[in-house]
Each structure stands twice: as C-alpha cells, then as structure tokens.
C-alpha cells in the first residue's frame, strides 16, 4: 500500500523464490486496480518459466484449490543439496513423487492455491504451535492485529510459562499504549477464544536482526497476564480446586472464574473425565448435560457447592485367585477376535520416533517396569465352564526386539519427518513429544509412509488372547540420533486413553522417576462392573435404550459403486486430511456460540451428508466412547470403550442450526446413558443378523 502511494504508475511485481532454487521461482503482478488487504499478504504468483510448483501435504500428495500444503518446487533451477550437510540434504531435497527420477525441494512455507490460479503464502510449516490441544499459527494472529486502526506493526509469539504451558503473547508498536481489554475485544469478535493471547505488550518498534528480520529474541517477556475473557482469578475455594482439574484435563495455564471449558480446549471426552473427577475430589456427581449448560468455571462451582453429596467412589477389591471375570468390553473384544480370520484387526500397533542418545537398555528396563507396575498388561484371556475370562500372570518377561532398519530408511524417515513442518523443535511446540533424558519420544502413532505403515503391518503378527504377552516391543536404529520404538497391542488389554497414559509413565521410568503405586487394577474395576450390572442404574439406562431404538431400525443404504459383500470385511483404508485454517476457525466458534463440542459440529455436519447422499430421513450411527465414566478409571490403563448407537432423524429442508441443536440433545442423552454395554443392548433388540453390516448401524 504505502509502495503504491509513492509510485502510483509503478507496476508491483511480487518475487518468491529461495536461495535453493536460485533465487526466484514465482511472480505476481500487482492488478493496478487492486484492493490490498493491509491484514493479508500479497499472493506470489504463479511460477516462472523450466520451473514447476506443488502444494503437497506432509505424505507429498497434492492438495485440492484451497487447502493448505507445503509448497515444493522442481525444475532446473533446483539446486543439488547442501554442501558437507548430507543429513539437512536429505530432509530438504527429495524424490518427486508424481515424475520418475526427479527431485524436489520442500521450501517448508505452507501456501494455498487461489481461485485465479496463483499461491498464497500463509506462513512457515514450522510456526505452527499447539496450545490447549489447537493448532494455531501466530502469524495469522498478528495479521489481525495490524488490521486494526491504531497499530503500525505486531507480532504473536509463544512462550512457555511458569508451568510449563505455552500461551500466546502479542507485541505491538503504536503511537501510544492500546488498553489490553480493547484490544481482547476485537480479536474475540474475530477469533476464538484458544486464539486470544495472554497479553499484549506495546513497544516502541520491534526488535530487528542485522539482517533486517524480527529478532524473537530479543522481545521482553510479558509484564503481567492478564485474565481477558476468564475475568478475575478463582474467589471461592471451591473455584480454586475446580480450577486445579481443569488444568488437569486441560492442560491450560491461566484459567479464571469466567473461563469457559470448551473454550480451552474442552471435548465430550474431556467433560466425561472432569465428570469424573468432580466426584472423586467433591464426593457429588454432574451429570453431562449439566457441565455443557454451564461451561463457565463459576457456573461449575456453584452447581457442585449446591449438589447434594454421594459417596465416596471406590470399586471393589478382587481377592486372589486363579481367574477373574472379564469386563462387558474385555468379552464383546474376546468374541471379535474369534470372527477375525486374520488375526490381527484388534491389534494396536503404532511408531514412536526416538530423537537423541537414548539408552537401549535403559528403555527395555523401562518397559519391564511398565509391564511389572500394571497387571492388565501381564493378562490373559481363556474360556471357564461357558464364560470368558481373565488370568494375571504374577510375572511376565517382555523383550524389546532390535530391529534391523531397511536401507535407506534413515533418508525416508528424515524426508517424512520434514512433511510435518521441521524437526523435533516444531513437534515440541506442538505439544506431540514426550520429553526423555537426553533426548525426545515424538508421540506420533500414524505411520508417514507407506513404505513404514507395509513395514509395520508385517511386524504386526496375531496375537492369541491365551498365551502371553499380549504386548510386543521393537526398537529400530535409523542413526547415531534417530530410532523407532514399535509398539504393538491387543485391544483387549488397551485403548486410546490407556496408550498415552503407558507413554507418559515409560517416559517417567526411563528418566528414573519412582511413580506412586496404584490402589487398584483392572481386575477390580471388572469385578466392580460385574455387581453394577445387577443395579437399578443399569435397569434406567436399559430402559431408555430400548425407547430410543424401539420398533424397526432403519439400514442406511449409501449408493455405493460394488454391491455389498455377503459377509463385512475389514478390508478398507483411511484417508487423513486438514482442514483450512480458517474453516477449523469457523467451526470451533459454532460450536462454542452454540455450547456444543466440535464433535457435535461435525456429527451434525455427518448426518447432512449422508442424508444429502441416501435421502433417508432416519439414521443409526454408531460412535465409540471412552467408557470411563467411573472416577477411578481416569489414570488406570485397559479397555474401557464402548459403542452407542445414535438414532438421527435429519429432514429435507431443516436448518443446520436446529439439526445442530437437535444433535447435540441427541448426544447428551446418549453419553449420559453410555454405560450399557453394546452387546446387551443387540441381546435385547433381538435384532435380525445381516453378516454384511453391523447389527444396529
């Protein structure tokens, strides 16, 4: 803008290109009639001449007009590497994907095709933080911030805390200090709440490099935090307490007598587990329903003051004994098993990569102490007198297997890990890593390659629910910094929850931390649930399962390309995508100005769908649920799952808005109800089987 101000009859050409590709690889002429957006950055353009430019996601495949990528460039100006630098050669410089032979360069800048054909240039891959579960980009932050009327310059960072939580920080050059409430304001109109920084710091210019670019440096560190939306810190003791779960389950830093749950980053699973705590540490219980009609930290406190006390949750000490009775999961798991002819669709295997001089030997003793310290993982599964059951071996060696790496594999690896926005400082950032001593566990279960994902699918062999272990351990060399750690499990002893509370406690064993003994086993809670089965609670959730799928359930038939197989198979793939940036935006406000979790959003969003593809006005649509409604099952490893089916009924012509309202009744009375188990509820129905689908959905 201010370029044009000065040389109206100039033409504006914008130049991209890094130093790798010599120098310049895309153009843009400024239209001179264009209206630019001060908040917004000039496109770059289309590329130049023998040069080719791509927008691929973190496994290289090209991304739809639209959608963000990485932006990565061929042709002839490409250079061939980095010299002495073989290492960052390999992660920068790799195979083209789409030309046989042919080489790219991943520039590391996340980019979108316009509609007019040219790029956008939204920021680097590796300035993405994750901050109360959300991945959030700063710039994008600042960008709003320069978009208001009194600010020349600013710029969002995240710093880590006192705690240890990063949080987002803004600075800003102005003809004067802005108030702090102000300026919160206008972002929340604009943004969601998770994106709103902690504070906001005025300076006289921001602080610059020799070369000319922002010194993050050399930025003070924030004067004071300011509360914004939250308001005041905790009053009541009861505010205080609560607050300590939230920060729990939360991960946040500074929450406030008006901070909301689902703005920090708060799901139905998290409300189910705050559920949890809130009668572990309070002794009264809330149902669901009630933690999303008052989101808000006071709403909650003064819900719990006024609760009538229950008591105090415990679940029921299992004598020794040879054999246990297995849990509703443990048994629908069991039977699943027997109907898998290959073997191995109940299996959990997963990679871990390892970054820094990590101990072999000191992480197979971790993992013994890991298989030592929880009896589930030391379990074993049989048949006595017509009932599923379970053993507990008092010992159970487990080796962690030394893998030999394929060749070329430390060159892959490095390639795949530069997709997901540079290195392991990026995922530290990013909340995915697990520190160790002398070196980082990145938490990342999804295979980056399919040449990884057809190793990991050969190591993974059946397991046989009667002979242990029913856990298996490998540990692959890449290089002298860089390994993988194969984790493979049965679903029947684990789940979701279970294999990130595993990870944190080896980390905690490898690094030598003593963990407090646990009081009870999964064993216990088995036998707990066993005599809850016989309860009035089971009887009242019984009941509304039966009303809601009374009379004739109704098959959704999608218009599928193959006929339908006899028999359901669990041959099929999945395909992984991210949503734009500003879209994740749009929906996170929706579904927090509606008091809803994202996954009410977008289970709304499923039923248009398949309502738009099947015209059925009625559906049953079945979602898997963490299962943890007990306060003791929180921090306790095992299978906890269960599966809900829900009955929608969208219609030709409603409004998303009153679908929305009525999804969201939907899933609070269903997640209310969701200790029934699924295989009684078939048991009761009396449903006609079809081997081709799922009995109820």
């Given amino acids: 803008m201010r370029l044009r101000a000065c040389f109206p009859e100039a033409t504006l050409v914008n130049a991209y290109g890094p130093t790798e590709c010599t120098v310049d690889a895309a153009l843009y002429t400024v239209p001179p009639d264009a209206a630019i957006d001060a908040g917004a950055p000039v496109p770059i353009g289309r590329p130049i001449a023998n040069t080719a430019v791509y927008v691929l996601d973190e496994r290289l495949r090209l991304q739809p007009q ?17 010299r002495h630098l073989p290492e960052l050669t390999a992660t920068r410089f790799v195979r083209h994907p789409l030309v046989p032979g042919g080489w790219l360069y991943r520039t590391g800048d996340r980019v979108r095709w316009l509609e007019d054909g040219t790029l956008r240039y939204l920021g680097r891959m590796d300035e993405q933080v994750k901050i109360r579960g ?14 208001l009327a009194d600010i020349d310059d600013a710029v969002v960072v995240a710093r880590a805390g006192s705690d240890g939580e990063l949080a987002l920080h803004a600075y800003y050059t102005a003809a004067h200090p802005l108030d702090e409430s102000a300026l919160h304001g206008e972002l929340s109109r604009a943004l969601p709440e998770t994106m709103s920084p ?8 921001l ?12 930025l003070p560190m924030p004067q004071q935090a300011v509360y914004g939306a939250a308001g005041t810190p905790p009053q009541t003791d009861t505010e205080r307490r609560l607050a300590a779960i939230w920060q729990e389950l939360l991960g946040a830093g500074t929450i406030g007598s008006q901070s909301h749950f689902f703005a920090l980053g708060g799901h139905s699973l998290k409300a189910m587990l705050l559920s949890g705590r809130i009668r572990a540490v309070f002794g009264v219980e809330l149902a669901l329903a009630e933690l999303f009609n008052h989101p808000v930290l006071q ?8 609760a009538e006390r229950v008591g105090e949750a415990t679940l029921l000490r299992a004598d020794e004994a040879p054999s246990y009775p297995a849990s509703t999961a443990q048994r629908r798991m069991y039977v699943l098993h027997q109907l898998d002819s290959a073997g191995v669709s109940y299996s959990m295997p997963q990679a871990y990569e390892l970054i820094g001089p990590l101990d072999g030997q000191r992480l197979a003793a971790a993992l013994q102490a890991l298989v030592d310290r929880y009896e589930v993982l030391r379990t074993v599964f049989d048949v006595e007198d017509g009932e599923i059951v379970q053993r507990v071996l008092a010992e159970l060696p487990v080796e962690l297997e030394t893998l030999d790496a394929p060749p070329g594999w430390g060159e892959l690896m490095a390639g795949a890990r530069a997709a997901s926005g540079e290195a392991e400082a990026a995922a530290a950032l990013a909340g995915d890593a697990i520190e160790l001593p002398g070196g980082v566990l990145i938490a990342d279960r999804t295979p980056r390659s399919a040449a990884l994902a057809a190793y990991m699918r050969d190591w993974s062999r059946p397991f046989r629910l009667e002979q242990p272990p029913l856990l298996r351990a490998g540990f692959m060399e890449l290089a002298s910094d860089r390994r993988l750690l194969l984790l493979d499990m049965h679903h029947i002893i684990s789940d979701g929850v279970t294999v990130q509370l595993l990870l944190a406690d080896l980390a905690a064993l490898y690094a030598g931390v003593e963990l407090q003994s646990s009081n009870w086993n999964y064993k216990d809670y088995a036998l707990w649930q066993r005599e809850w089965l016989r309860t009035e609670q089971l009887a009242a959730q019984e009941q509304y399962w039966l009303r809601q799928l009374a009379g004739e359930l109704p098959q959704t038939q999608l218009p599928t390309d193959r006929p339908r197989p006899q028999v359901a198979s669990t041959a099929g793939d999945s395909l992984s995508f991210r949503l734009d940036l500003s879209l994740a935006q749009q929906l996170s406000s929706l579904a927090l100005s509606r008091d809803c979790s994202l996954y009410m959003v977008l289970l709304a969003a499923y039923q248009t769908l398949l309502h738009a593809y099947t015209g059925q006005q009625e559906l049953t649509i079945g979602t898997p649920v963490a299962g943890r409604t007990h306060p003791l099952s929180g921090g306790m490893p095992g299978l906890f799952v269960n599966t809900l089916v829900l009955r929608a009924q969208p219609r030709r012509g409603q409004a998303f808005d009153a679908l929305l309202r009525q999804t969201r009744q939907l899933t609070l009375d269903a997640f209310s109800h969701q200790d029934y188990p699924f ?15 799922n009995p109820l959905f």
């Fill in 198 to 205: 902690l504070t906001y710091t005025h300076l006289a210019a």
């Fill in 207 to 218: 602080p610059l490099t020799a070369s000319g670019k922002l010194d993050k440096q050399a």
């Fill in 299 to 306: 709403a909650q406190a003064r819900l719990i003051d006024a």
């Fill in 679 to 693: 295989e009684e509820l078939v048991e009761r129905l009396q449903v006609r089987r079809d081997p081709s689908r």
């Fill in 134 to 147: 959300h991945r959030i980009e700063p710039e994008g932050i600042a960008s709003r911030l320069r978009a």
């Fill in 66 to 82: 639209g959608a963000a990528g990485e932006l990565c460039i061929a042709g002839i100006g490409l250079a061939r590497g980095y």
